[in-house]
């Protein structure tokens, strides 16, 4: 169990708030983070590159030029991989990158990135966003703080944070369920509010 400070809605500190996970520093683990962050940036591909092997490129049937007497080396077909505008052997075909995460390596990364973040205090637990839906105003009460960059989580998809943030070049807003190790890995800062906070500390907890 461990004591978060419990921010108002100015990032003012208004209490504590204890969790039910321990946040200690030996809870993180590199390992899980990194194979999460991994295969997220894996599945992020796209796979389409293709190519034509012999059995695909259009012609030979016929002969290309005769056995002997060229000087050459023998073809019988100009779809040969050794042929100019022959297949081509063992190129890439379609296929997935998705590298398979079990859900328990998930939550360990997403338990290891808020203790990484609660132990450099960059984690900034707030009651609940106020915004005027205004990017102007989020960004000078961000950055005033020195709160940027962040990653900045809300409970809800009607929260005007998420509008406000968008066009910040160096802070992101998701909800709750679109939480991303990925992107908590590229942001110094985590800002979430309580509920959002609750909800991942017991999906972690479970």
Request: net charge positive; glycine share 10%.
């Amino acid at each position: 169990m461990s004591e978060v400070q419990l921010h108002n809605p100015k990032f003012e500190v208004s209490g504590k708030l204890k969790t039910e996970i321990d946040l200690g520093k030996e809870n993180i683990s590199e390992g899980c983070v990194h194979q999460v962050v991994r295969s997220l940036l894996l599945s992020r591909r796209q796979g389409n590159a293709s190519t034509k092997g012999k059995s695909e490129v259009r012609g030979g049937g016929k002969k290309p030029f005769k056995q002997k007497g060229t000087g050459r080396a023998r073809q019988g077909s100009n779809r040969s991989p050794l042929m100019p505008g022959g297949g081509t052997v063992f190129g890439p075909k379609p296929r997935s990158y998705e590298l398979k995460m079990n859900k328990k390596v998930m939550l360990k990364a997403v338990h290891s990135i808020l203790a990484d973040k609660f132990n450099a205090g960059k984690l900034i637990v707030v009651e609940k966003f106020q915004s005027t839906g205004k990017t102007k105003d989020a960004f000078k009460n961000l950055n005033e703080r020195g709160f940027l960059p962040a990653l900045v989580v809300c409970s809800d998809g009607d929260s005007k944070m998420l509008r406000a943030v968008k066009n910040i070049k160096n802070a992101k807003a998701l909800t709750v369920e679109g939480f991303s190790v990925l992107e908590a890995v590229r942001f110094e800062n985590l800002l979430i509010e309580k509920s959002a906070f609750e909800k991942l500390i017991t999906k972690i907890g479970q």
